[in-house]
């Protein structure tokens, strides 16, 4: 595993799952970390956690929804740690999305912390690493932003949305000095997906997802896709023709 060479990162969706482990195996690399997240206990025992065992950490709790917040608690976090160099935008949420009574306010929740908390993240992180001509942001997306699936139609396009978001910024910021990764894990044992009631095939717990994570960034990868055996699905079930697919997903995944 390689280490990380930034000097201070920002974690957001540090209260549990996949950002906990991120932000605690980052301390532990020595990389100064800023923690946000709405449930602020979990993030100053995260914090306490990572001090008591030698590192750096900084806290400040921000709803990902709400754009004011969270630049004011990044600029808070840049204030405490110094110039941010690693962003990771990891703040998620999973809310199924039936199609039989669909509801374009859970749309609207699901992209207001999936795709716009990134997006707000990456505003107030950006102009200082352009300054600086260094910098990488990273955004956690899904395996399952390759192809809308149904009940999870919502989620799926907010992860394609942040990938192609990514994907046009990485261009011209890599040409100045700041790099984009775009993570797109397979299933993570975490309290997003203790909820699901489908087949979680491949899953690996958060600790391991956080680790090739760390290990992609760590080594500037554009992209880190992960487990092999989902990625190899999720690009066949890309590949498959719309009636196929239909039927498929339809005799898989609907309720
Ligand atoms: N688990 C998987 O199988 C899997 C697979 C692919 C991608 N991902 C992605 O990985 C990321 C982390 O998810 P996870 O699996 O670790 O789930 P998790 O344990 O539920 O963590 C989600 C994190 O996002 C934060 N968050 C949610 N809504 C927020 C809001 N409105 N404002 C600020 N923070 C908010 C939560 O903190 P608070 O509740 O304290 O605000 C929590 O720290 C997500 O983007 C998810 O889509 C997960």
């Known amino acids: 595993m390689k280490r990380n060479r930034a000097r201070s990162a920002i974690?957001?969706?540090?209260?549990?799952?996949?950002?906990?482990?991120?932000?605690?195996?980052?301390?532990?690399?020595?990389?100064?970390?800023?923690?946000?997240?709405?449930?602020?206990?979990?993030?100053?025992?995260?914090?306490?956690?990572?001090?008591?065992?030698?590192?750096?950490a900084a806290v400040a709790p921000a709803d990902a929804a709400d754009?004011?917040?969270?630049?004011?608690?990044?600029?808070?976090?840049?204030?405490?740690?110094?110039?941010?160099?690693?962003?990771?935008?990891?703040?998620?949420?999973?809310?199924?999305?039936?199609?039989?009574?669909?509801?374009?306010?859970?749309?609207?929740?699901?992209?207001?912390?999936?795709?716009?908390?990134?997006?707000?993240?990456?505003?107030?992180?950006?102009?200082?690493?352009?300054?600086?001509?260094?910098?990488?942001?990273?955004?956690?997306?899904s395996l399952a932003g390759f192809r809308g699936l149904p009940g999870s139609s919502a989620y799926c396009a907010s992860k394609a949305a942040l990938s192609t978001l990514l994907e046009g910024l990485r261009p011209d910021l890599t040409r100045q000095g700041v790099l984009v990764t775009i993570v797109h894990p397979g299933f993570v044992r975490t309290p997003m997906t203790e909820q699901s009631r489908h087949v979680q095939?491949?899953?690996?717990?958060?600790?391991?997802?956080?680790?090739?994570?760390?290990?992609?960034?760590?080594?500037g990868r554009r992209r880190v896709d992960f487990p092999a055996p989902t990625l190899a699905l999720m690009r066949l079930v890309r590949l498959l023709p719309a009636p196929i697919f239909d039927r498929l997903a339809a005799h898989i995944l609907s309720p």
């Open 11 to 56: 974690v957001t969706g540090a209260s549990s799952g996949i950002g906990a482990a991120m932000a605690r195996q980052l301390a532990n690399q020595g990389v100064r970390v800023g923690l946000t997240a709405r449930r602020v206990d979990l993030l100053e025992e995260l914090a306490a956690s990572i001090r008591s065992a030698g590192g750096v």
């Open 67 to 141: 754009r004011q917040a969270t630049s004011e608690a990044i600029a808070q976090l840049e204030q405490e740690l110094g110039p941010i160099d690693l962003l990771i935008a990891n703040a998620g949420i999973g809310r199924s999305s039936p199609s039989v009574g669909f509801s374009a306010e859970v749309v609207e929740e699901i992209f207001r912390v999936n795709l716009l908390g990134a997006a707000v993240a990456i505003e107030a992180v950006l102009p200082g690493m352009l300054d600086r001509r260094r910098g990488q942001i990273v955004g956690i997306s």
């Open 201 to 219: 095939p491949w899953m690996m717990d958060a600790d391991r997802a956080a680790a090739i994570i760390l290990n992609g960034i760590a080594r």
